[in-house]
């Protein structure tokens, strides 16, 4: 259940808008360097952002920010051969889609506020979900201008709402950084999510950036607002997590399942991450 790094295809417009219909709604644990509004319609399942594990409503409206570990899945209860079908309407951008200092200008600081929340993922509902849901089954029909028009204005309608909820306790990339910066940076993260099962030295990482341990530690933090270790945890508390929910392992399994050496730093990284031990966190989780 490791998530898979996903490359999002180039496309005619300067982002990526899709529709899909699931039988059974199944979207793996991924990640990608992309923002993501995702609009999902679905009589049952959960959605697993980051740290974050909660039951899906029938309409779910989230923003995703880059590199934050993510998925939604049926939940399989119920009578599932009178279920309908799930779909999810998709739209992925990077950062700089209209230019590398575009939203840093007056007129868009609502957004760049809003795209800096979005690093620890954000659901919306009441009215801004069911305006944004009009405007993203809109875009679907439009050609490429006016959806990159269209786009500007979803996003605006994000930034100005108060009807959202943060998902996840810490995020997990800055998504600021210039070309060469988040090439260096998704290589790492890229690196830890396919090996933090295991052990993962400073010296392994410090290679991937071509640089020495020292140096590497001073650029990870100038570049994420964390410290690698922090980062390396949160990687395995997110993933910690899902087991919580989804498996029947005890605590003591999950914690050497998801990496950690040990239980007492397994209950301290878990806890300084969710703000609960991990028997809280199943506790509140059952009661979702």
């Not at 490791?2 to 417009?13: D, H």
């Not at 800096?116 to 201008?145: C, H, P, V, W």
């Not at 998704?186 to 993962?200: C, L, P």
Request: aromatic share 12%; glycine share 4%; charged share 25%.
């Amino acid at each position: 259940m490791k998530p898979k790094f996903e490359k999002v295809p180039l496309t005619a417009t300067p982002f990526l808008v899709k529709e899909e219909t699931f039988l059974f709604l199944d979207v793996p644990w991924h990640f990608h360097p992309e923002f993501e509004i995702a609009l999902i319609e679905t009589e049952q399942g959960k959605r697993h952002v980051g740290s974050s594990i909660e039951v899906l409503e029938s309409d779910e409206l989230i923003l995703i920010g880059p590199n934050l570990p993510h998925s939604w899945y049926d939940s399989k209860n119920g009578d599932t051969k009178s279920k309908k079908k799930s779909s999810q309407i998709i739209i992925q951008f990077s950062y700089d889609f209209l230019g590398k200092d575009f939203f840093t200008k007056p007129p868009f600081v609502n957004i760049l506020q809003l795209l800096d929340r979005a690093q620890s993922g954000i659901t919306f509902y009441g009215n801004t979900r069911k305006m944004a849901k009009k405007e993203m089954a809109a875009i679907l029909q439009m050609d490429g201008f006016n959806q990159t028009i269209a786009l500007l204005q979803l996003l605006k309608t994000l930034s100005e709402s108060k009807e959202y909820k943060l998902l996840s306790g810490a995020g997990f990339n800055d998504a600021s950084l210039n070309d060469a910066d988040a090439n260096r940076i998704n290589r790492i993260y890229q690196y830890v999510i396919e090996h933090f099962k295991g052990t993962i030295t400073l010296d392994q990482v410090a290679k991937l950036a071509n640089m020495t341990p020292q140096a590497f530690c001073k650029y990870f933090k100038l570049r994420t607002k964390k410290t690698f270790s922090s980062f390396l945890n949160e990687v395995k508390v997110s993933y910690a997590c899902r087991l919580l929910i989804e498996n029947n392992l005890s605590i003591l399994q999950i914690c050497y399942e998801s990496g950690f050496n040990n239980l007492s730093n397994f209950n301290r990284q878990f806890k300084r991450i969710t703000k609960l031990s991990p028997t809280e966190y199943i506790g509140q989780s059952v009661k979702r």
